[in-house]
DNA sequence: CCGAATCCTGAGAGCGCTCTCGGTATCGAA
DNA sequence: TTCGATACCGAGAGCGCTCTCAGGATTCGG
C-alpha cells in the first residue's frame, strides 16, 4: 500500500499538495491537482480514512441504532438511512440494539464512545435515562426516528393522530361497533407508539360519542401471525363481532384479513379493517390504511445529523418533526351491512 | 476528551503501560492494571480507535455488502451477522449494494478500499469479473454468502439439492403435473439462484421419468404479490391447473396459496404447495417448506473472516461450503385427488 | 509602478495511539 | 553464588495523514 509520500514523490510535489489536491481544500492550481490525480491512480493509492480522521476529527461515520432489522418498518428506515448516509460520502454503521441487555449496555458503554461514529440515529429506541445521559454526554449531533426523546430531536409521524384518522374514516363509513387490534405495551422497542395509537383511538371514539371499554381493545404482536391470532380471538364469537377493526399496524391488519377470510367473514361487507403503515402488501389485500413512508424518514434524520455536522451552530429547530401520514383508501373499508349490529 | 496521557498521568505510569493494562497485550501487574483501569473510567477515558487503528493497521470493522435488507432473508443474514460481529468486537458496516450502478461503483471505488474495513461479507454478490477483482485485490479477508464465487470463499445451501428435494417431496406425493414458480432471472441480485432452483426443479422430473417443457415453469417477483400474479396466471386456467406448484422461495408460495385460496382451490386437497426457506408466515400458511437459516449463515460467514484475521496463515479449507436443508412439513402438501387430471 | 490582495506551494509539527527496545526486579535451577 | 528465564515498566519512534505558517508568484486597482 503506497501512502501519500510515494504520490508526492511521483507527481513531484509534497505531501501537503497532494493532500490539498485530493481533499479539495486549499489552494492547488488545476495543472497540479492533474499530476497528483495521475500519480494516485497510478499508484492505485486512496488516503488512509484513520490517519486523516486522527488528525480532523472525523470518522465520515454515522452510527445507526435500531431495534430491529427484519420488519418492513425498520427495513425501510435503514434503506433510506442508508442511501442517504452514502450519497453524502458517509458510511453507515450499524447497530441492533435488541432487549438483550448484555449487548446493549456493551454498545452504549463501549462501541458508540470510541470515537468511531460523528453521529448518531436512534430508530425508536426507548432508552433509560442512563442511557440518554451517556449518548447526549458523547457530545454528537442524534437524531431520532419515533419519540419525542428528552433533548434528542425526533421525527415521526403523529401517532395520536394516525390513529384517529383511521378510527375517524370508520366512524364516517358509519361504524359504531369498532375494535382496536395494537401491540403489546410490555414490548420494548416501541417508543410508546403502542399506547399512543390506542390514545388516538379513544379519543376518536370520545369525540363521536362512542363508548370505550376493554372489550374495545385487543393487545397483539406486532406482525401477520399476531393479527391473525387476535383475528380468530375477536370475530370467533359471531355476537361479540364488531364491524370495524382498527388495526395499528398493516401487518397486523394483514393477520386479521386472513382470520376473516378463514372464518368466511367477507371484508369490507361484514367487517372493515384499516391498518397504519401502507406496507408493501396492503394493495394486495386491498388494504385501507394510513400512509407513511419509513425510508423517507430515514432520510430526515441523516439530514438533521449531516446537517449539524456540517453547518457549524446549526441545531435542530424543532425538538419533534411529525411527518405526514395520510389516508389510502382501498376495498378492505366501507359503510357498514344494514342490518349490522350496533 | 482526555487522552491516553492523561490517564497515564493520573495513574502514575507511562502511556506504554496505560496502553498495554487496556489492550491486555504485554505484561502488566494486577496492581498497575488497577490504577490504570481506575483512572480511566474516572476520566471517563476510552481509547481512539483511529489513533490505534492508525498504528496497527486494524480497524475492526467489518464490511457488509447486500443487494436487499427488507426481505426475510437479506433481514436474517444481517441480524445474524451483527450479532456475531458485536459479539467479537468487531462493528459493522453496512452497504446496501442495489442495481443502481453509480451507487454501485461508488462503494466498490471509493468506501471499501479506504482502508475502513479489516474484512469483507458479500451477500449473495453478483458481481463483474472487475469488481471481484477489486475485491480481491484489497488483500482482505472475504467471505461470500451465496455462490459460489470465483476466489471466495462462499456457502449456501445446494440451491439444485433443496429444489429437487422440494420436487420429489411432491412426486413422492404422488403428483405427476406439477409447476414451478420461480424468480426472473433478469434480476441481478441472484446469484443465479433462480437458475439453480429450476434446474433441480428439471432434474427432479427428469429422474422420475416426467416431462418438463416452457409450460412447467413460470417467472415472477421474488415476493408474496409476485407468487400472488404468478398463481392467478397459472391456476385462472383450470383444464391446465397442476395439482402441485414447487414456488421458488416461501414467499412466492404463499402468494400462490392466496391466489388460490381466491380462486376456491383448496390447498392442498385441489393443489399442493411448496417453497424453500421456512419463512416466520410458513406456519401461519401451514406452508410445507425447505428449511434454511439465513441468520446462521450470517454467522458461520462472520466466523469465517474473523477466524482468516485472527488466527494468521489459517485460510478457509473450502472454496464453498454447503449448508443443511431440510425438509418441513405442514399442510400445504398432500397426495392429489384421486380423480385428479394427470 | 507600487502595495495589497489573491493564488499557490513546501516544511514540519502533531493528531493519539502502539510497539520495539532496553533496563530493572524477581525467582528458580545449576 | 551465578545465571538464565520471566515479569514488569518507561522512553521514544513512528503510523499516515492534515493544517498552520511562512514565503514566493501573480494579479489588480489606483
Redesign the interface.
Known sequence: ?SGIEDVALRAGVSKATVSRALSGRGYVSSVTRNKVENAASELGY??????S??VTGR?N?VGVIIPV????FF??I??GV??AL??RGY??????LTKNTE?RS??FEY?L????VDAIIAVTLEISPDEAASLLALGKPIAGIGGPLAGIPTLSIDDVAAARLATEHLIALGHRNIMHVGGDSAELMDFHVHSKRLQGFMDALGAAGLPFSDESYVATHF???GG?AAGKQILGDPRRRPTAIFAAADEVAI?VI?AA?ELGISVPDDLSVIGIDNH??A??FGLTSIAQKPAKQGEQAVDLVIRQLETAGWTPPNIHTTVPAQLVMRSSTSAPRAGAPR
Open positions: 500500500m486512496v488516503v488512509s480514512s484513520n490517519a480522521s486522527l470518522t461515520n432489522i427484519n420488519q418492513w427495513g425501510s435503514i434503506e442508508e442511501r452514502i450519497e458510511d453507515l454503521m450499524l447497530y441492533n449487548a456493551r454498545v462501541f464512545v470510541r470515537k468511531r406482525d401477520i401471525p391473525y393477520g386472513l377470510r408493501p402488501l394493495d394486495l
